[in-house]
């Protein structure tokens, strides 16, 4: 079974401009979730998308966002980026939604911006 | 939020030791999972805990649920070149958004 696919694995961006991150979960996954990863702070949760629907969302600005379609693929958007959004984002996918479904983590995709 | 606080930060070993490192919570949780990053790769499951006093193994991994709930570890037993990277420790807070701990990094000397 194929895992989780992110593209582009890797993107430079300038500050200001905005990006869109898109995550194809395992075949039968319903939840996708989306995280940043920076060294200073580690993992943090940005939100999880179940049938379409956003079910839950992290402390993050509303710059941050996403959504998924009815084939269960995500795609995350962060409009007018600043340098500190340069960031390992991970998406990973679950086969429904709530925290005691085990989730497996996509290659995720590199950021940097400039 | 509620944070996991993982220890050690790092370590360094020679091939063929044991490691040990731990996560612990002051929160409940309901389930515990460890995860191993390698660089420029999301993290792999490694072993997924769902009830206290749990004791699981994965090959030369093992990871204990704590009684209390609150904590977890993971041994790894005769460590090898390729168990460098670092691991972490996560769970669902509130049965919702997951928590990761910052994260053991691991480096093994041949």
């Known amino acids: 079974k194929a895992g989780v696919t992110q593209t582009p694995r890797y993107l430079i961006k300038t500050r200001g401009q905005q990006v869109t991150l898109s995550c194809s979960p395992i075949?039968?996954?319903?939840?996708v979730s989306w995280y940043q990863q920076t060294p200073g702070q580690g993992l943090q949760f940005l939100f999880e998308?179940?049938?379409?629907?956003?079910?839950n969302k992290g402390n993050f600005p509303g710059r941050f966002s996403g959504r998924q379609f009815s084939n269960s693929r995500s795609e995350m958007n962060v409009s007018t980026l600043e340098l500190g959004d340069s960031a390992l984002y991970l998406c990973?996918?679950?086969?429904?939604?709530?925290?005691?479904?085990?989730?497996?983590f996509g290659p995720g995709t590199r950021l940097l911006v400039l | 939020g509620q944070q996991l606080n993982q220890s050690p930060q790092s370590m360094f070993i020679q091939e063929g030791e044991d490691v040990s490192m731990n996560c612990t919570s002051s929160s409940i949780f309901n389930t515990w999972l460890w995860y191993k990053q390698d660089p420029g790769e999301g993290p792999v499951l490694l072993i997924a805990l769902y009830k206290a006093g749990e004791l699981t193994s994965n090959g030369r991994l093992t990871a204990q649920f704590g009684i209390t709930r609150k904590d977890s570890f993971l041994n790894i037993s005769a460590s090898i070149p390729s168990d460098v990277g670092i691991y972490f420790c996560a769970g669902p807070y509130n049965n919702n958004d997951m928590r990761f701990g910052a994260g053991t990094r691991l480096t093994v000397k041949p």
């Open positions: 075949s039968g996954h319903r939840s």
């Open positions: 990973a996918s679950k086969r429904a939604a709530g925290g005691l479904e085990t989730q497996y």
């Open positions: 998308y179940f049938s379409e629907t956003q079910r």
